[in-house]
């Protein structure tokens, strides 16, 4: 049975430990919502949560849109995309909003010096326009496609 679309389902990863779960999870849920929402009823145009074990335990989430939040010392999906994404926003060496939205599969990593600051990242990638642009990359119509 077939669980996500890779080319629409957008993978949100947290870290593994109870610490990030407890910090991050949030976020992330905050983050598909909005992402939920934007799909419109869309049955792929939707976003999963996983923590990073998964997301490296299974192939086939690797071929799909990432949004990785949480710091590299605490999200190793995060550590691994920190040095291949460019900085898009970043505010006072407090947080980051990284991304590769021009190369598939998109890439994005939202992390601050501690939760807050996580936190704040997050706030920026929805409510700058980050968010709407990488949907919009993502979300396009294709052949064959019913809307």
Same mark, same amino acid.
């Given at each position: 049975?077939?669980?996500?679309?890779?080319?629409?389902?957008?993978?949100?990863?947290?870290?593994?430990?109870?610490?990030?779960?407890?910090?991050?999870?949030?976020?992330?849920?905050? &983050?598909? +919502?909005?992402?939920?929402?934007?799909?419109?009823? *869309?049955?792929?145009? !939707?976003?999963?949560? @996983?923590?990073? $074990?998964?997301?490296?335990?299974?192939?086939?989430?690797?071929?799909?849109?990432?949004?990785? &939040?949480? +710091?590299?010392?605490?999200?190793?999906?995060?550590? *691994?995309?920190?040095? !291949?994404?460019?900085? @898009?926003?970043? $505010?006072?060496?407090?947080?980051?909003?990284?991304?590769?939205?021009?190369?598939?599969?998109?890439?994005?990593?939202?992390?601050?010096?501690?939760?807050?600051?996580?936190?704040?990242?997050?706030?920026?990638?929805?409510?700058?326009?980050?968010?709407?642009?990488?949907?919009?990359?993502?979300?396009?119509?294709?052949?064959?496609?019913?809307?």
């Amino acid at each position: 049975m077939k669980l996500l679309d890779a080319e629409e389902t957008v993978v949100l990863v947290v870290g593994a430990t109870s610490t990030a779960e407890e910090r991050d999870r949030p976020l992330a849920e905050r &983050i598909k +919502g909005e992402i939920d929402r934007r799909g419109d009823g *869309h049955v792929w145009r !939707r976003a999963v949560i @996983v923590n990073d $074990q998964q997301y490296f335990n299974a192939q086939g989430l690797q071929r799909s849109t990432v949004i990785a &939040i949480g +710091g590299p010392g605490s999200n190793a999906a995060a550590a *691994h995309f920190v040095d !291949r994404l460019d900085t @898009v926003f970043a $505010q006072d060496d407090r947080f980051w909003v990284q991304a590769s939205l021009e190369i598939e599969p998109r890439r994005v990593a939202l992390w601050g010096i501690n939760s807050d600051a996580t936190g704040e990242s997050v706030s920026v990638f929805i409510e700058h326009g980050y968010l709407e642009d990488l949907l919009g990359r993502i979300w396009r119509v294709r052949p064959g496609m019913m809307m």
